[in-house]
């Protein structure tokens, strides 16, 4: 039999298309249980590396004989190794290229539909970890926002449609995940913007996002409209574009609500992030389809590999946007706040500029699930 490297492109196709898939994960128990590969239709078996050295003979009756089945551990060889011991015991299987590494970085790129006048609007799904990027293109001009720290998939894709990026928006100063937005600026020329009541520590200059700044894209003028939405960071901002999607950061997902402590000031902020649920998203069209900055679980993508929904149907079944009593509010978030993202005091520095890691150590610094909203 023979063995193969698989794609995290090809896995996540996979997970778009409800594929089956049997993943054998061969890293320490703890790193498996903490953030895993995860598809609709995928079954796990964990059996750490050092008890497969002596040989694969007694896992072979519990890997399945009729699905694909990947080989996953932290860097890609130990996967490799453990492949070719089952090739040798005549099964078929593939081992994830680059490994849990690979899986953190990889961006799909997803149309999520038009704006006036042909402009388009795309996710860009890092499906390892659950963050959500966007592209606002219009007549040869883009405009970034929320980008990971992986900016070549972004400046590739506006060359690919022909665009050139004019504006990069961070929603917030983030604390899960590194920004690229200040790299992509420099390299296309583009104004970089942030929340300034974010940014009291950056070490860099950037351009004041303010709640009721509006932005314009491309000749047709698309509008990117800049709405103050405190409660995750003190300088929260959401965005309105063409009056038809409401890109939400990280205050609002489609299963949850966003987490209100990772500066330290829960009570605080958890009467900010209230307001703006409550009042300032409340006030605005239920048709707005809601673009989060970040999902959980593969679950909340929809059959075309996106993640949305209308404002609407959230403010019906979002448990959080459905909580009466401001003290139950108030109760319910900080007794289901998850654990601290990876490395977030870190992350948080180099996204003020404070400290510049070389790549291996911010691969390190993110590795691990996204831990933003309230469970």
């Known amino acids: 039999m023979t063995y193969q490297p698989m794609t995290a492109k090809e896995v996540t196709k996979k997970i778009f298309n409800k594929e089956p898939l049997f993943i054998l994960d061969v890293r320490n128990t703890s790193d498996f249980e903490d953030w895993k590969v995860e598809g609709a239709n995928f079954t796990h078996l964990n059996i750490p590396y050092f008890d497969l050295l002596d040989g694969v003979e007694e896992v072979l009756p519990k890997l399945p004989t009729d699905q694909d089945i990947l080989v996953v551990c932290a860097k890609e060889g130990s996967s ?75 400046l590739h894709f506006a060359k690919e449609k ?147 929904e209308k404002l609407g149907k959230l403010f019906a079944e979002n448990h959080g946007l459905n909580i009466k009593d401001e003290a139950v509010f108030r109760s319910v978030v900080s007794e289901n706040l998850p654990p601290q993202p990876n490395a977030y005091q870190q992350i948080r520095e180099v996204n003020m500029g404070k400290i510049i890691p070389d790549e291996e150590e911010q691969r390190e610094m993110e590795i691990g699930p996204n831990r933003c909203a309230v469970r």
Request: charged share 25%; proline share 3%.
């Open 80 to 154: 490799v190794m453990v492949a070719d011991m089952l090739s040798e015991a005549e099964r078929d299987v593939s081992y994830l290229q680059g490994g849990m590494k690979a899986w953190s970085e990889h961006l799909e790129p997803v149309r999520v539909g038009d704006l006036k006048d042909g402009g388009e609007i795309y996710q860009f799904v890092r499906i390892g970890k659950g963050c959500l990027s966007y592209m606002v293109i219009s007549d040869g001009e883009a405009a970034v926002i929320d980008a990971t720290r992986m900016t070549d998939v972004f």
């Open 162 to 308: 022909q665009a050139t990026i004019k504006h990069v928006f961070d929603t917030h100063l983030h604390a899960d995940h590194i920004s690229g937005g200040r790299i992509i600026a420099k390299e296309t020329g583009a104004s970089y913007w942030l929340p300034p009541k974010d940014a009291a520590e950056v070490t860099f200059d950037y351009n004041k996002l303010e709640g009721g700044r509006e932005v314009m894209i491309g000749s047709t003028a698309i509008s990117i409209e800049a709405l103050y939405s405190p409660g995750h960071t003190i300088g929260s901002t959401s965005f309105v574009v063409d009056n038809t999607y409401l890109l939400s950061g990280d205050i609002l997902f489609i299963d949850s609500i966003g987490r209100p402590d990772l500066a330290g000031l829960a009570d605080d902020w958890v009467g900010d992030l209230r307001e703006t649920l409550y009042k300032r998203y409340r006030a605005l069209s239920d048709e707005l389809l809601v673009l989060p900055a970040h999902f959980m679980t593969v679950s909340e993508l929809n059959e075309d590999g996106t993640v949305s």
